[in-house]
């Protein structure tokens, strides 16, 4: 059970978004799908940078090489938990999508030709939030 409200982004962080944030560049095709292939350290440093540049606290001090989320205002990753929450929608724990549901809900194997897609392709969570599965691994 999710113990307080949260804001969460209603897609993944898109590799544009990545690239406005941090200043890299990348190709304008890639713009609009997930960011891929960052660790979870890479992951905590970029809340904190959005954190600093919207002057909120920063949610994971690095200095200290401490990475559990402390109390602050700012960005932070998930929990497995809420982004447990977020997919579901409301839904009973044991609600298990049919093969139809998986293809309106999420790429995959079977339905991506081996390729990422740009977020927000397929339907939202009850909730409003796109990708919670499949599409890049997490």
Same mark, same amino acid.
């Given at each position: 059970?999710? @113990?307080?409200?949260?804001? #969460?982004?209603?897609?993944?962080?898109? @590799?544009?978004e990545?690239?406005a944030g941090?200043?890299?560049?990348?190709?304008?095709a890639?713009?609009?799908v997930?960011r891929g #292939?960052?660790?979870?350290?890479?992951?905590m440093?970029?809340c904190n940078?959005?954190?600093?540049?919207?002057?909120?606290?920063?949610?994971?001090?690095s200095r200290s090489?401490?990475?559990?989320?402390r @109390?602050a205002d700012?960005?932070?990753?998930?929990?497995?938990?809420?982004?447990?929450?977020?997919?579901l929608?409301?839904?009973?724990?044991?609600?298990q999508?049919?093969? @139809?549901?998986?293809d309106a809900i999420?790429?995959?194997g079977?339905?991506s030709?081996?390729?990422i897609?740009?977020?927000?392709?397929?339907?939202a969570?009850?909730?409003g939030v796109h990708?919670l599965?499949?599409?890049v691994?997490e």
């Amino acid at each position: 059970e999710v @113990a307080s409200p949260l804001y #969460m982004a209603k897609t993944e962080l898109t @590799a544009g978004e990545y690239a406005a944030g941090t200043g890299a560049t990348i190709p304008a095709a890639a713009a609009d799908v997930p960011r891929g #292939m960052v660790t979870v350290i890479e992951a905590m440093e970029f809340c904190n940078l959005l954190s600093q540049k919207e002057a909120l606290s920063a949610a994971y001090d690095s200095r200290s090489g401490n990475y559990r989320p402390r @109390a602050a205002d700012g960005y932070r990753l998930v929990s497995t938990v809420e982004g447990e929450y977020a997919a579901l929608g409301g839904r009973d724990v044991t609600w298990q999508p049919t093969p @139809a549901e998986w293809d309106a809900i999420a790429w995959y194997g079977a339905n991506s030709d081996g390729k990422i897609h740009a977020v927000a392709l397929k339907n939202a969570s009850p909730f409003g939030v796109h990708d919670l599965y499949g599409n890049v691994w997490e």
